[in-house]
């Protein structure tokens, strides 16, 4: 089992910065998956960002260029600085492991980022 918290949602202005982290715990295995997704009022949930232990990173073309997705594998842990925010980046953001031997997702409970204009 793996256990997600998330924390570092917030309010800011459009053209605002946000870091949000999450700590993982329980086993995590070398070929996991890490990354974040998000869901707006009235959207599917929707993949944001990942990352693999060896840092190959992959990013939805919306945030491109204005997010960055890092992990601290000693930690087990993953960030998502998000600069130049809009205000379409509103969404409750979760972070989620991918187990690649199970194709099980684990997700954490989501923090609302709210970008105002």
């Known amino acids: 089992q793996v256990q997600l918290v998330e924390s570092g949602g917030g309010l800011v202005q459009s053209g605002g910065s946000l870091r949000l982290s999450c700590a993982a715990s329980g086993v995590i295995f070398s070929s996991d998956v890490m990354g974040w997704y998000r869901q707006a009022p009235g959207k599917q949930r929707e993949s944001v960002a990942t990352i693999t232990v060896s840092g190959k990173t992959d990013y939805q073309g919306a945030v491109k260029g204005r997010f960055t997705i890092s992990r601290d594998n000693a930690k087990n842990a993953v960030y998502l600085q998000m600069n130049s925010l809009k205000p379409e980046d509103t969404a409750v953001y979760y972070c989620?492991?991918?187990?690649?031997?199970?194709?099980?997702?684990?997700w954490g409970q989501g923090t609302q980022v709210t970008v105002s204009s």
């Open positions: 989620n492991v991918l187990r690649m031997v199970t194709m099980q997702h684990y």
